[in-house]
């Protein structure tokens, strides 16, 4: 028993597990103070009274806009150029963002990977050829 505290290995594991503790504590703070109530009050504004001019009513017969446009129908475009379009851009969005997210997946996989053979494999064989 008394070897195994004595070993830095030991030491290294108990000082991860610290910090992994203190970073899942700090992260449930910060998502308890996200979603619990706000202690600060809300500020309010004075109700701003409209001026008269505001408030009129324009000329009978003066159209809004122009009167030529009337915009997009209401509910859902069904035409088939819309929807290939608006899903060719999705789909083309959706791919170029996957792509981003392999190249940053396997980069941090390469860095973590090479973190592991550079500095903690040598520094555990180093702490094991010590104490053996």
């Known amino acids: 028993m008394r070897r195994v505290i004595r070993a830095p290995l030991t030491w290294m594991v108990i000082a991860e597990l610290v910090v992994v503790v203190a970073l899942v504590l700090v992260a449930w703070h910060t998502f308890a103070g996200a979603l619990g109530p706000r202690s600060t009050p809300e500020i309010g504004f004075p109700a701003a009274e409209a001026s008269p001019a505001d408030t009129a009513l324009p000329a009978a017969g003066v159209t809004a806009g122009g009167g030529a446009y009337h915009g997009p129908f209401p509910g859902l475009n069904l035409g088939i150029g819309f929807w290939r379009s608006h899903l060719g851009n999705l789909n083309r969005d959706e791919a170029a963002f996957e792509a981003l997210e392999w190249r ?16 903690v494999l040598p520094a555990v064989r180093g702490a094991e050829r010590g104490t053996a």
């Open 104 to 119: 940053v997946t396997h980069a941090v996989m390469a860095a973590a990977r090479d973190y592991v053979e550079t500095v």
